[in-house]
């Protein structure tokens, strides 16, 4: 009792259950618990009885500590749908069917939706638990306040189950959060190549652009993801797409990705398009120095003799650089 009672120490302002749990003194829960003490009384940090034992992985005491008082679920909603959500995040798996059955019908909506069960499953890249917290209750469409819905959550995390249950349970697939990032854009910025054919064979735009003008081909691009650079473009991504700032996937995939220039270029991707600083993919390569860029580029019919409107050419940039004024000369 002093550990909670006295200033400093570390349980100060716990409830005594709670400190039990902490440190594992079963006894003394038991006795807490005949006792009638509440399991979910809250210590200072807004943690309770409950919370503790499943953050120490010991489920035998939640267990225990959850029976208790077990006929005051309406009550407790809100707290009860609190530690399912931790179950999910520290991938309790074992104890959500028994959290699981006390939770009431709709408890999700008395919560914020990242704060759900579900949510939390997915944000740790968790698909087993998603899978399993979706049977239990319909998934909720609510968006966060970054227009994120649980359906980019999971694209982004590349959890192709749950994005494909997600479809099948009417989620759009062509949804986008407040930057205007879609589902194929985050499947495309996480490398998740497989969920490009899903999410387009769902109905989604493989060409649908963020406020910047990026879309799934110019993120796979950037990123040097190659195979993804292979999927948008054989469902069918423009590949001359330009971005807000006139680059297309060939320019930006010029800065440092060899494998996706050269992937673009068999595509036919078009050499001559200028940013809006008048440069062009190979102009990038030279100042970036991607030498193998610069190959295949050239092979590909890029002029190096073409001008910006500096004046520079890309012989003018790779003045001082012997392998890149060789590569120029083809």
């Given at each position: 009792r002093r550990?909670?009672?006295?200033?400093?120490?570390?349980?100060?302002g716990w409830?005594?259950?709670?400190?039990?749990?902490?440190?594992g003194e079963e006894?003394?829960?038991?006795?807490?618990?005949?006792?009638?003490?509440?399991?979910?009384?809250?210590t200072?940090?807004?943690?309770?009885?409950?919370l503790?034992?499943?953050?120490?992985?010991d489920?035998?005491?939640?267990?225990?500590l959850m029976?208790?008082?077990a006929?005051?679920?309406?009550?407790?909603?809100?707290d009860?749908?609190?530690?399912?959500?931790?179950?999910?995040?520290h991938?309790?798996?074992?104890?959500?069917?028994?959290?699981?059955?006390?939770?009431p019908?709709g408890?999700n909506?008395?919560?914020?939706?990242?704060?759900?069960?579900?949510?939390?499953?997915v944000?740790a890249?968790?698909g087993?638990?998603?899978?399993?917290?979706m049977?239990?209750?319909?998934?909720?469409q609510?968006?966060?306040e970054?227009g994120r819905?649980?359906?980019?959550m999971?694209?982004?995390?590349?959890?192709?189950?749950?994005?494909?249950?997600?479809?099948?349970?009417?989620?759009?697939?062509?949804s986008?959060?407040?930057?205007?990032?879609s589902a194929?854009?985050?499947a495309a910025?996480?490398g998740?190549?497989?969920?490009l054919?899903?999410?387009?064979?769902?109905?989604?735009?493989?060409?649908?652009?963020?406020?910047?003008?990026?879309?799934a081909?110019?993120?796979s691009?950037?990123?040097?993801?190659?195979?993804?650079?292979?999927?948008a473009?054989?469902?069918g991504?423009?590949?001359?797409h330009?971005?807000?700032?006139?680059n297309?996937?060939?320019?930006?995939?010029?800065h440092?990705?060899?494998?996706?220039?050269?992937l673009?270029l068999?595509?036919?991707a078009?050499?001559?398009?200028?940013?809006?600083?008048?440069?062009?993919?190979?102009?990038?390569?030279?100042r970036?120095?991607c030498?193998?860029?610069v190959?295949?580029l050239i092979?590909?019919?890029?002029?190096?003799?073409?001008?910006?409107r500096?004046g520079?050419s890309?012989?003018?940039m790779?003045r001082?650089d012997?392998?890149?004024?060789a590569?120029?000369?083809?």
């Open positions: 550990q909670v009672e006295e200033p400093g120490t570390l349980y100060f409830p005594p259950l709670a400190a039990a749990v902490a440190q006894e003394v829960v038991r006795n807490l618990l005949a006792s009638d003490a509440d399991p979910w009384a809250r200072p940090d807004g943690s309770n009885a409950i503790v034992a499943i953050a120490n992985g489920d035998r005491t939640a267990r225990l029976r208790h008082r006929d005051e679920p309406q009550s407790r909603a809100a009860m749908l609190r530690v399912v959500t931790a179950a999910a995040h991938d309790r798996r074992e104890l959500l069917p028994d959290l699981l059955a006390l939770v019908p408890t909506l008395e919560v914020a939706v990242d704060q759900t069960p579900l949510w939390q499953s944000a890249g968790n087993e638990i998603a899978l399993v917290l049977e239990w209750q319909a998934p909720d609510r968006q966060d970054q819905d649980v359906l980019l999971a694209t982004a995390q590349g959890l192709t189950d749950v994005v494909r249950l997600l479809l099948q349970q009417g989620f759009d697939a062509g986008a959060d407040v930057a205007s990032r194929t854009w985050y910025d996480g998740h190549c497989r969920l054919v899903v999410l387009t064979d769902a109905g989604a735009s493989i060409d649908q652009s963020d406020i910047d003008g990026h879309n081909l110019i993120r691009a950037i990123r040097g993801y190659d195979d993804c650079v292979n999927v473009i054989a469902v991504a423009s590949v001359d330009q971005t807000r700032n006139g297309t996937a060939l320019i930006l995939a010029a440092e990705q060899p494998g996706s220039t050269s673009l068999a595509a036919d078009d050499v001559s398009i200028r940013n809006e600083a008048s440069d062009t993919a190979l102009m990038t390569a030279v970036q120095r030498y193998q860029c190959g295949f092979d590909a019919g890029a002029n190096p003799r073409r001008q910006n500096a520079q890309s012989f003018d790779a001082d012997k392998v890149l004024m590569l120029l000369d083809g």
